[in-house]
């Protein structure tokens, strides 16, 4: 009796899952993480490609031409990292959630991941600018051209490298995370609620925006009267909130099911 029990237990007892020998879960993670980097590597590295050559190259080359150099033509493409990143962090769930969930990794690690490459991807864009404007510099500086900005910054000048690294690090990370949101948020509730949470998703990239006050907001809201808080309060409240945004994904995330495989 007390054998068929046992056998018992042992049949109906649940199976721990474990991953095959000689695999942990970071080495898993770096695995998940390399993927999303080989994955939207073209997006990403088409896009600077697009900016440096075809944004800055061609535009000092029409500026040449018609002998109007007058101003920073980089400061014009300010506006497009933080759309482009937003646009970045949509691509994630919808591209890579299904894949990898499908193929065993879990939503923690997958949020875990995302979290990663969005943070080195604004990194890396960030340095794309701030090298960007000190070859601009140095052309101007040989030329001796007036390098004026169209847009206003946190910076007055692109000697202050620490600061234009600031604003488009902080600016693209939070739109990065704003386009995780928004994401996950369309995949798991479809269009219609999807639209309807849009004002929350957003709100990591409204934070940067009203904390920064730089680039195309910066004049209505001084118009207004509001005025920039001190950057040691500005730039922990931008993190706290994407890295709440981040989190905020993962939570969303968590209960989403895969969808079954049509045909």
Do not use: C
């Amino acid at each position: 009796m007390s054998t068929a029990l046992d056998n018992r237990s042992t049949t109906t007892a649940p199976a721990t899952a474990v991953l095959p020998r000689g695999v942990t879960s970071l080495h898993r993670l770096r695995q998940v993480l390399l993927s999303m980097v080989i994955g939207m590597r073209q997006m990403l590295v088409g896009y600077w490609i697009v900016m440096v050559v075809a944004f800055l190259a061609v535009s000092l080359i029409i500026q040449l031409a018609t002998g109007t150099v007058d101003h920073s033509v980089w400061d014009y493409g300010t506006q497009s990292p933080k759309y482009f990143s937003m646009a970045l962090g949509i691509t994630l769930t919808p591209a890579y959630f299904p894949l990898l969930v499908a193929q065993g990794v879990t939503r923690r690690m997958f949020s875990v991941a995302a979290g990663i490459y969005l943070t080195l991807a604004a990194v890396a864009t960030a340095v794309l600018w701030v090298a960007a404007y000190q070859i601009e510099h140095l052309l101007y500086s040989w030329q001796d051209w007036p390098e004026t900005f169209t847009n206003p910054h946190l910076f007055t000048t692109t000697s202050q490298v620490g600061l234009v690294f600031a604003e488009f690090f902080l600016l693209i990370l939070s739109h990065e995370v704003a386009g995780w949101l928004l994401g996950i948020t369309f995949v798991r509730f479809g269009f219609w609620r999807g639209v309807l949470l849009l004002p929350l998703a957003v709100i990591p990239a409204a934070a940067a925006e009203f904390f920064l006050i730089a680039q195309w907001l910066a004049d209505p809201l001084s118009s207004i009267g509001y005025q920039r808080p001190p950057l040691a309060v500005a730039v922990p409240s931008i993190l706290a909130v994407a890295a709440l945004g981040l989190y905020a994904g993962y939570l969303v995330v968590r209960p989403l099911a895969l969808k079954p495989a049509k045909g």
